[in-house]
């Protein structure tokens, strides 16, 4: 009977633990941002979708999935609203790997890195 109620409270324990240990989302992300070349167009991600250069998406390291962020570059002030569906960019200093077309709505494709503020909209899963 001892034994059962030990397992209970370790079984308790270990539960909550585990709920307190979940990350969550940051409200606001600053740093820069880098994008995706055309040679990666068409190559598997880290969520296991295929990268296409021509959707509103972009690289994290570790938003969750389907996160979707509002990118503000600061240099001219244009917005894009982009889903996370990779990992990265693994450079420091950088916070967001931008697909193309989200590259090019922001004006940063001539100078490929660029200071950003990302605001989180939606948490994914």
């Known amino acids: 009977m001892r034994f059962i109620v030990v397992l209970i409270c370790f079984s308790v324990f270990f539960s909550c633990a585990h709920k307190n240990s979940v990350k969550r989302c940051p409200e606001v992300i600053k740093g820069y941002a880098s994008y995706y070349g055309k040679k ?3 190559r598997k991600t880290a969520s296991g979708e295929i990268y296409n250069m ?3 998406t972009a690289a994290h390291r570790f938003l969750p999935f389907g996160s ?4 503000k570059n600061l240099k001219n002030g244009k917005k ?3 889903r996370i569906n990779d990992r990265g960019p693994f450079v420091r200093g950088r916070v ?3 697909s193309y077309v989200a ?3 922001l004006g940063m494709i001539r100078d490929g890195i660029v200071p ?3 605001t989180v909209i939606r948490c994914g899963n």
């Open 40 to 42: 990666y167009h068409r």
């Open 54 to 56: 021509y959707d509103y």
């Open 68 to 71: 979707i962020i509002v990118v």
């Open 80 to 82: 894009v609203k982009v």
């Open 96 to 98: 967001l790997d931008l």
């Open 103 to 105: 590259a090019k709505k």
């Open 116 to 118: 950003v503020i990302a």
